[in-house]
């Protein structure tokens, strides 16, 4: 029998991870680095979620789901690092 748990899990975090980029970009310029609670409540929750959830596979993607949105918290301070150097713009409405 062929198992196509692996592929799925992979493609789906694949996936994940890249929308999670263009998204602490746009957090970044929009809302500034104050929004990285938003980030934690969220990975909190599908860290917890994915304690519950029985369904091997969206659990995983749960899990997967939460270190994405802790890392976001560490690459939204690298953006606005990279914004500072010049190689993002900058929101003119943030100061």
Known sequence: ???FNGII?????????GLFHPIVIKA???LGT???PVFAIFGTAA????????NT???????AFAFSSFWS?????EQ?????RGWFPKNPKIK
């Open 1 to 3: 029998m062929i198992n």
């Open 9 to 17: 899990i992979g493609a789906s975090v694949f996936l994940m991870i």
């Open 28 to 30: 970044e310029y929009y």
């Open 34 to 36: 104050g929004c990285w």
């Open 47 to 54: 860290l917890i979620g994915s304690l519950f959830v029985v």
């Open 57 to 63: 596979i969206i659990s995983v993607l749960l899990g």
């Open 73 to 77: 918290i560490l690459e939204l301070f």
């Open 80 to 84: 606005k690092k990279r914004v500072e």
